[in-house]
């Protein structure tokens, strides 16, 4: 029962993280930027957020700058939205690399198929 929420609250705070980053927030350092997945804490204290940011790795580090300098921003409008919750939790955010590893999968069986034809 309790993992069947923690499962929708980390589905409702990556739908609301999403539009808060696209709608409210306005550092240029955040760029094209998309909320992947979130990652709650069992006592909803900490919610990890993993994000992907089209770009360099120059462009990566400045986006996640302005997150990281907008994350208590972030929260209060968490805070507004999600008013069931009691607590909000502590967000931090990570960079979701399983785009990346999918690519480098695709690329590795094109290879194995071109080498067998």
Known sequence: MQGRRI???EEQLR????EIIEREIQDPRIGL???TRSKVSPDLSH???FVTVLGDPIQRKKAFEG????????RRSLSKRLHHLRRIPELSFDYDETVEKSIRIEELLEQIKTKGE
């Open 47 to 49: 919610a990890r957020i």
């Open 67 to 74: 997150l990281r300098s907008a994350a208590s921003f972030i």
């Open 15 to 18: 739908i609301e993280l999403s």
């Open 7 to 9: 499962d929708r609250i």
């Open 33 to 35: 930027l998309t909320v």
